[in-house]
């Protein structure tokens, strides 16, 4: 059984609060790519993960959120049940387009779907396993209040489909301590119309990661590009496209070096 693990995007994300918990009060729009990674599973009598992809390097089998994700599902519905899982790694790592979530919430899909369980235990251990994995869980654009757990439909019907190019120059970035650098000030709320926000920890990421101003500026530039704004805590960074054409010519002119992805909105 083969399960997606779409890339996730922020179009937007405002940082209204900072927890006495550490965490941050935030609104965002959640968005969903048609490409990302894959995690397949085979019955089996123990849990067992392999990576592969371009991204596996660097990656534990044990301390992943794939596993922690399976080890909660077989907990939380009593299964005596294992599997041989797969993670084909596609995204790059600590990116900010969602990948260890969305891998976590196919995992959670996949066997509810292998195992028979009761789907009613997805949402807890999701919520339990990260803030955006219960938006990953369902894939579907979405406004994430809270913690970004707090889902409500997000009309993106006027972007289905849209062509998006995802650029990242090969540089992971700290979600944890971008969050941290975050000063306090509260920048207002999110307004309906998510190209008239912003991206609140952008700022951050560009002053410690030049580079994703390099990016921003070349997505910019591009014929055709409509919006382009860094992805949750960077440094990977998106452009919607009026065509599929112009985003292609887009990616085919992509530095050397950088990482790029040619997709589109589900």
Known sequence: MREPAPAKLNLALHVRKRREDGYHEIETIFAFCIDGDWIEAEEADDLSLTIKGPFADGLDVDDNLVMQAARALREASGKKKGAALTLDKRLPIASGIGGGSADAAATLRLLTSLWGTD????????????????????????????????????????????????????????????????????????????????????????????????????????????????????????????????????????????????????
């Open 119 to 266: 789907t009613a235990h997805i949402s807890q251990i999701a919520t339990a396993l990260g803030a955006d994995v219960l938006a990953c869980v369902f894939s579907l654009p979405a406004k994430g209040d809270g913690v970004g757990d707090t889902l409500s439909p997000y009309d993106l019907s006027e972007y289905s489909g849209a062509p998006v190019l995802l650029v990242n120059p090969g540089i992971g970035v700290s979600t944890a301590d971008i969050f941290r650098a975050w000063d306090g000030t509260d920048g207002g709320p999110l307004p309906d119309d998510w190209r008239e926000g912003r991206n609140d920890l952008e700022p951050i990421a560009r002053a410690r990661t030049p580079e994703i101003g390099e990016v921003l500026r070349w997505l910019d530039e591009r014929v055709g590009c409509q919006h382009a704004r860094m992805s949750g805590s960077g440094a990977t960074c998106f452009a919607v496209f009026e065509t599929h054409e112009q985003r292609d010519a887009a990616a085919t002119l992509c530095p050397e070096g950088w990482w790029h992805l040619a997709t589109e909105l589900r």
